[in-house]
C-alpha cells in the first residue's frame, strides 16, 4: 500500500487550471427594510418580501454552481446579510465556498463581492468617492498555491440616469493609482461590471460624451491593446479577453436587442510572461446554460412586471468566466482574433461567412443614407456593402475609414451591423458611384449597388425598365403607386429578400410621372 501511495502522491500535487468568473446577479436584495434600496426592492412594496428573495436566492446559488468557478466576482449584492444568505444557500446544495469577501461602502444600495476556494491573505475597499452612489472596487489577495494572487471586483457606474463618461473615468483613475502602487511584480486579474463595451473608445455614444472623447475603459485603464503586444507591455496597459472570441460572440448582455460586453476580465502582462500564474490562452467565454434564454432567444433576465416581482428569471447578465495556471502562458500564432485589424475591402467581405476580427475597410464612399442605415462604395466597379442600423453617424457624400466588427446576411442581404469612425476623410463625389439605367441589364444588377435616374412602368409590384423586370419594394405600403404608373427613380437600392430587389425608402427618392 504504501509503493501505491508512494506512486501517486506526485500525480496528485500536480497542479490543475483553476477557473475565474464575474456575475452581475441584477439586484440580489434581502427582506429587511435599511433605508438605502432601490424602489422596487422596499420590503412589503411591489411584491417584495421574504418568499420572493428566497427564489432570488436559490436561482442566484442555481447559476453559481452550475458555473462551478474557483473564484467568482460578484456585483449587485446588497450588502453583508444577504450575502451570508447566498453562502448558506451555496453550501446547502452543495457549492459551498470556503471564503469570501464584500465590499460595506456605507449608503449604497448594492456592492461587490468576491466567492472563492483559495484562502484569503488579505482585502482592501479603493474608494473612488465619498458619495454612497459611487460604490466602491473591492481588491483581494488570495493565496494560490503559494502564490499571491490579487483580484479588483468592479461595478462601475451604468449609462442611464446621466451616466456621463467622466463617472466612469473616476473609477478608472482610482484603480490605476492604486495598481501604479502595486509591487511591479505583483500579479493581478482585474473584473466585474464595467458598464463600458470592451472597445469603448469607439462606441461612446454623443450623449455621454463630456470627456473629448477620452473613454475609462480603453484610455485611461489603457486597454487599446491586442494579445501580441501585451506580452510586452508596461505597467498599466490590459488586455480585455473579449478579444479572445469571434467578434459576433462579443457579448453578454442585451439592452433592447442591442448586444454589450459590460462584463470583462482584464489582464496585465504580468498574466502572459512564464511567471507564477499565467492566463490559459483562449480559455475566456461566456456561460450560455440553458436556461439563461427564453424561448425567444432573449436572456432569462429577473422577471418585474408591472410594478411586482414575478418569481421568475435569473439575471439580465451572462457570467464570464476564463482559466488560469501556473503553467506558462502559450502563443497561439495561427490565432489572428486578437492581433491588429486586418485590411479588407469590401469585396473581400462577400467572400466572408463570419468574421473571427475586427475587419478595417480604407477610404469608403456613404453614397446613400437613409435613416441609420446606408450603402457603402470603395470603387464604381466594386461591390456596394449595406450598414444596418449602424450609420447614424455617418453623413451621406463623406468617405471614411470605418472599423467593421460585425456583418451577417439576412435572407441574402449581406449587411454590416456594427461599424465605427475611425477616419472622416471629407466630402466625395458620390454621384461617380451610382448605376444609371443605360449600365442596367441582367448581370449589372447586383445587390447593394444603388441605382438613380431610371425611368419604367410599375405592375404588381414590379418596375418594367430596358426589357428587364425588377422587383420593387416601397418601404410604406401607402406609398406603393397604382398598376401601371410610370415612375421616375432619384434613389433606390438594389436590395435583396429571398430574391434581388429595388428598395425604395421614401416619397422623395421617386416621382410618378404622367403615361
Known amino acids: 500500500m504504501r509503493f501505491i501511495l508512494f506512486i501517486f502522491i506526485p500525480l496528485l500535487l500536480i497542479a490543475k487550471p483553476f477557473k475565474v468568473a464575474s456575475y452581475n446577479v441584477e439586484n440580489l436584495f434581502d427582506a429587511s427594510f435599511q433605508g438605502s ?205 473579449w478579444k479572445e472570441l469571434p467578434v459576433d460572440e462579443r457579448w453578454s448582455h442585451k439592452f433592447y436587442g442591442k448586444k454589450s460586453s459590460l462584463d470583462q476580465i482584464v489582464l496585465p502582462q504580468k498574466m502572459f510572461d512564464a511567471k507564477g500564474i499565467d492566463y490559459v490562452n483562449n480559455s475566456f467565454h461566456v456561460f450560455k446554460a440553458e436556461y439563461l434564454f427564453t424561448k425567444r432567444g432573449y436572456i432569462n433576465r429577473w422577471r418585474y412586471k408591472h410594478g411586482k416581482h414575478m418569481a421568475k428569471g435569473y439575471s439580465d447578465h451572462l457570467p464570464v468566466f476564463a482559466y488560469f495556471d501556473t503553467k506558462p502562458y502559450i502563443i497561439d500564432k495561427s490565432d489572428k482574433r486578437s492581433i491588429a485589424k486586418s485590411k479588407k475591402t469590401i469585396d473581400d467581405l462577400y467572400a466572408i461567412d463570419r468574421l473571427s476580427g475586427e475587419v478595417k475597410l480604407e477610404s469608403v464612399v456613404v453614397i446613400l443614407k437613409r435613416g441609420n442605415h446606408a450603402i457603402i462604395k470603395q470603387s464604381k466597379l466594386g461591390r456596394g456593402i449595406f450598414l444596418y442600423g449602424c450609420a447614424s453617424k455617418l453623413q451621406e457624400g463623406h468617405r471614411y475609414d470605418l472599423l467593421v466588427d460585425n456583418m451577417k446576411n439576412y435572407k441574402g442581404l449581406k449587411e454590416v451591423t456594427r461599424a465605427y469612425i475611425l477616419k472622416d476623410r471629407g466630402e466625395s463625389e458620390k454621384r461617380h458611384y451610382y448605376m444609371r439605367q443605360t449600365e442596367l441589364n441582367q448581370k449589372s444588377l447586383k445587390q447593394n449597388e444603388v441605382v438613380t435616374h431610371i425611368i419604367g412602368f410599375y405592375r404588381n409590384r414590379s418596375l418594367y425598365v430596358n426589357g428587364l423586370k425588377i422587383p420593387i419594394y416601397f418601404k410604406k405600403k401607402k406609398h406603393r403607386p397604382k398598376n401601371g404608373q410610370k415612375l421616375k427613380i432619384y434613389y433606390a437600392h438594389l436590395g435583396y429578400y429571398k430574391q434581388l430587389q429595388l428598395v425604395i425608402y421614401n416619397t422623395k427618392d421617386y416621382e410618378i410621372l404622367e403615361n
Open 37 to 241: 434600496e432601490y424602489e422596487e426592492y422596499i420590503p412589503g412594496k411591489h411584491n417584495w418580501n421574504k418568499r420572493m428573495m428566497e427564489i432570488k436566492l436559490n436561482h442566484t446559488a442555481e447559476v453559481i454552481c452550475d458555473l462551478d468557478a474557483d473564484i467568482v466576482g460578484l456585483q449587485e449584492i446588497e450588502n453583508e446579510t444577504i450575502f451570508h444568505h447566498l453562502l448558506s444557500r451555496l453550501d446547502k446544495v452543495g457549492c459551498g465556498y470556503k471564503y469570501a469577501a464584500i465590499t460595506h461602502k456605507k449608503g449604497a444600495p448594492i456592492q461587490v463581492a468576491l466567492l472563492s476556494r483559495y484562502a484569503i491573505k488579505k482585502q482592501n475597499e479603493i474608494q473612488v468617492s465619498y458619495s454612497p452612489k459611487v460604490r466602491n472596487i473591492l481588491e483581494v489577495t488570495l493565496d494560490i498555491e503559494g502564490k499571491a494572487l490579487t483580484l479588483f471586483v468592479n461595478h462601475w457606474k451604468s449609462k442611464a440616469y446621466k451616466g456621463y463618461e467622466s463617472k466612469r473615468i473616476k473609477y478608472a483613475k482610482a484603480l490605476q493609482s492604486r495598481i501604479a502602487r502595486l509591487n511591479p511584480h505583483k500579479e493581478y486579474i482585474i473584473l466585474g461590471d464595467f458598464n463600458a463595451d470592451y472597445n469603448a473608445y469607439l462606441t461612446l455614444e454623443d450623449k455621454l460624451n463630456d470627456t473629448q472623447g477620452k473613454t475609462a475603459f480603453s484610455d485611461v485603464l489603457k486597454t487599446k491593446i491586442d494579445e501580441a503586444h501585451i506580452i510586452h507591455a508596461s505597467n498599466g496597459w490590459h488586455y480585455t479577453l
